[in-house]
């Protein structure tokens, strides 16, 4: 058999790549999925000074096929439509020298041209002084359609067919779901930052949520989020000629991604993960390290202390007083936990952690225990209550047994025969062994994990579904709502009857028999976000995630506020 030699085809010759090829590389560092489509338009739309905005999407086929912004803003003057679509056209900056000023979302002038590039778009738009609209249609970047026709105040801008031209990009895109949970998500954010502005969302002509402008930030996170908004509380802080306002969470209040965690600056939202984290250490132990809490954070900064223009697509962001801004956000957070009323807080957890294990403090009967033998009845540890679990630590992510990983190791491990010493706060067995050796055991995790060995052992058993009595209403956000049909063959697989029950409400008639007596409706939610971080696809998902996993994520979501973040221990 001959071997084939690969020769490495000739270098060929430096030269400039045509206009259309152009368009398409610029496109796909704005526009990668159609979220970042919706972004845009509704940023130029704030910055039309519009009072109401309406995002409508259509689907097909299992895919976005029309989105349609509508704004009552300035609109764009006739002489002035051809050109906002060219490369680079922005009525915001004039030189480079505007960046240290500029108070707009945009600035760049990419995005209508990056749309145009891989799309069909028709604009329609009338300033407030015309008599008449224009209406003008560009498909692929190519003009199609440039005519007067009537139409009222402001611009509407229809994109169909996305990524027509750049069909390897569509074969990344994640479900229908997915994708119009990520644009509910991001309007969400958007009517959180500005609550002057009437925002209007649609699919398919159903409506999903609206605003109402002139409203104040607490009215709008109520609206959005009527589970979460008693617990929420005012942040506000100043440092010279920087500010912060915005609500963040009270510590019982966490989430399993930062799906809920809004940040801009200067009305643009941003991704941060230094602000993030000056966030997690102003609650310092109150939440655990593996959690986030809920947040609004807007940040007023002078524009020359921020550079914006780092990426395309402006999500990111660097600060000349990082520190000091940082130290503001710090300072702010602790004062609001400070002023809020966490002392009936700390009541209610430790009498909830009390219920968790009904084990008395004094000391009983010196009796020897092992693994064949029974505790004591007085000290038995009953079955953790819902409360119990989600006001206390989250052990099992805090304890790491290293059955697999101890040197020298051999055969299964066991505890020796211990005896009986006392309990420490609601949640620690003391115990000891015949050789004077002290064991110090959390029981919350022990209880965790003797569920999880449970569920390894059942895993190639058939799942078994318990019927609720009373069943469980989930009311969600519409993103929220919206990701739930893409996971319901996983929850289904897993033992829940969930069913929809009216507009982003669900009604959870049955869970699997190992979770026992939970049934709050925060334990499915969370398991939920859990399974769909990291824009996992559900049938993804369905093939790596077996019972064991899934559970042990719902037993992690489940377990309630930690008191540290370290490693924990066993």
Not at 494 to 514: A, L, M, N, S
Request: proline share 5%; with cysteine.
């Amino acid at each position: 058999m001959t071997n084939s030699i690969q020769v490495s085809p000739a270098i060929q010759a430096i030269q400039v790549l045509d206009d259309s090829t152009v368009h398409l590389i610029a496109a796909g560092e704005v526009v990668d999925r159609p979220v970042s489509i919706v972004k845009e338009l509704v940023e130029n739309a704030i910055d039309a000074m519009s009072s109401r905005i309406t995002v409508e999407l259509t689907t097909s086929h299992g895919a976005i096929s029309r989105i349609r912004i509508s704004d009552d803003g300035t609109g764009i003057p006739s002489d002035q439509v051809s050109t906002a679509f060219l490369p680079h056209a922005t009525s915001k900056i004039r030189t480079g020298d505007d960046l240290h000023s500029c108070l707009t979302l945009g600035f760049r002038g990419e995005a209508l041209a990056s749309i145009a590039a891989v799309s069909y778009v028709t604009m329609v738009t009338k300033p407030r002084e015309s008599a008449t609209a224009i209406r003008f249609r560009i498909t692929g970047g190519e003009v199609v359609e440039h005519t007067e026709t009537g139409a009222p105040d402001g611009t509407s801008i229809t994109v169909e067919e996305v990524f027509f031209n750049t069909p390897a990009r569509r074969k990344f895109l994640k479900s229908l779901q997915t994708e119009v949970a990520h644009i509910s998500s991001m309007l969400e954010s958007f009517a959180c930052l500005y609550p002057a502005i009437t925002f209007r969302y649609l699919v398919n002509g159903l409506e999903r949520f609206s605003t109402h402008g002139g409203s104040d930030l607490p009215d709008i996170f109520r609206a959005l989020y009527p589970a979460d908004a008693g617990m929420m509380i005012p942040v506000r802080g100043m440092d010279g000629n920087i500010r912060v306002t915005g609500l963040v969470s009270l510590p019982k209040l966490v989430k399993q991604n930062r799906q809920r965690f809004f940040i801009a600056v200067n009305g643009r939202l941003v991704q941060s993960p230094a602000i993030i984290s000056a966030v997690k250490r102003a609650y310092g132990s109150l939440v655990p390290g593996s959690t986030w809490p809920v947040a609004v954070l807007m940040l007023e900064i002078p524009p020359a202390e921020v550079d914006a223009n780092i990426h395309p697509t402006k999500r990111e962001v660097r600060f000349s007083a990082e520190r000091r801004i940082l130290d503001l956000i710090v300072r702010a957070v602790r004062r609001a936990l400070d002023d809020a009323d966490l002392l009936d807080l700390r009541a209610e957890t430790i009498e909830e952690q009390t219920s968790l294990c009904d084990i008395p403090l004094q000391e009983p009967d010196r009796k020897i225990y092992g693994s064949g033998a029974a505790m004591p009845a007085a000290g038995q540890v009953r079955e953790a209550t819902l409360a119990g679990y989600r006001t206390t630590s989250r052990q099992l992510l805090q304890t790491r047994l290293q059955e697999e990983t101890q040197a020298g190791f051999q055969g299964d491990m066991r505890f020796p025969e211990l005896f009986w010493i006392g309990q420490a706060d609601g949640t620690y067995i003391i115990a000891g062994d015949k050789s004077g050796a002290l064991f110090l055991i959390d029981q919350h995790a022990a209880h965790e994990r003797v569920r999880y060995d449970q569920l390894k052992q059942k895993e190639s058993m058939q799942l078994k579904t318990q019927e609720l009595i009373a069943p469980v209403v989930l009311n969600m956000s519409p993103s929220e709502a919206g990701l739930l049909p893409s996971v319901l063959p996983v929850l289904a697989d897993e033992g829940f009857i969930i069913e929809p029950f009216g507009q982003d409400t669900w009604c959870v008639r049955g869970v699997p028999v190992v979770l026992g007596r939970y049934e709050d409706p925060e334990t499915v939610k969370e398991l939920i976000w859990t399974i769909l971080s990291g824009d996992e696809e559900p049938v993804r998902l369905k093939e790596q995630g077996s019972q064991a996993r899934c559970m042990q994520e719902c037993s992690k979501g489940r377990s309630g506020a930690d008191t540290g973040t370290g490693d924990g221990h066993n």
